[in-house]
């Protein structure tokens, strides 16, 4: 599939609001962007960074949520 780095570029703007499912090709996409030596050095440096700002979104999500979890399973009388 041939996408523009345009169109990758504005989709990871909105990569929050996606489902699962299309942040993975919007993930793969940018990869492939990446990869391709004849893509302008400045649009993969601006995908880059575009991307690295969703993963560390991301990251940052699935931490408090993961601390959610934790805090909701675990109590004072649980050992482990």
């Known amino acids: 599939m041939s996408i ?3 169109t ?3 989709h990871l703007q909105l990569i929050e609001e ?5 942040s993975a090709l919007c993930r793969q ?9 004849k893509v302008s050095l400045v649009w993969r ?3 880059s960074d575009r991307l690295n700002q969703a993963n560390r979104h991301l ?5 408090a949520d993961n601390e959610a979890t934790t805090l909701e ?7 482990y």
Not at 18 to 22: P, T
Not at 59 to 63: C, D, G, K, V
């Open 73 to 79: 399973c675990c109590n004072e009388s649980d050992s």
């Open 4 to 6: 523009s780095p345009q």
């Open 45 to 47: 440096q601006a995908i």
């Open 8 to 10: 990758v570029y504005a």
């Open 18 to 22: 996606m489902s699962v499912s299309g």
């Open 59 to 63: 990251s940052q999500f699935n931490s």
């Open 29 to 37: 996409l940018a990869q492939e962007i990446l990869a391709d030596p």
